[in-house]
């Protein structure tokens, strides 16, 4: 369906790995925390205290993974 939609509009989709911890992971800092239960919406993270929804944060982290994917496997994460 994903594979579908990209070819209809020209995007090019990278998958993100299985496990990939998108919404656990600081969009900011990169640290992991643990899982978060669903009914917590506000993503917290205990190194910077970045405060973000918790749905904006997964995206920040998916789209900076597909960005780096992108750029080529050489690029170091947290890099701006
Ligand atoms: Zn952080």
Same mark, same amino acid.
């Given at each position: 369906?994903?594979?579908?939609?990209? !070819?209809?509009?020209? $995007? #090019?989709?990278?998958?993100?790995?299985? &496990?990939?911890?998108?919404? +656990?992971? %600081? @969009? !900011?800092?990169?640290?992991?925390?643990?899982?978060?239960?669903? =009914?917590? +919406? #506000?993503?917290?993270?205990?190194? %910077? &205290?970045?405060?973000?929804? +918790?749905?904006?944060? @997964?995206?920040?982290?998916? =789209? $900076?993974?597909?960005? $780096? @994917?992108?750029?080529?496997?050489? #690029?170091? !994460? &947290?890099? !701006?």
């Amino acid at each position: 369906m994903l594979e579908y939609k990209c !070819r209809r509009y020209g $995007a #090019v989709l990278i998958p993100a790995p299985p &496990g990939f911890p998108s919404t +656990r992971m %600081c @969009a !900011r800092c990169g640290w992991v925390g643990p899982p978060l239960p669903l =009914s917590q +919406r #506000v993503f917290r993270c205990e190194v %910077c &205290g970045l405060e973000m929804d +918790r749905d904006l944060n @997964a995206a920040r982290n998916l =789209s $900076a993974y597909g960005l $780096a @994917a992108l750029k080529g496997p050489t #690029v170091g !994460r &947290g890099e !701006r």
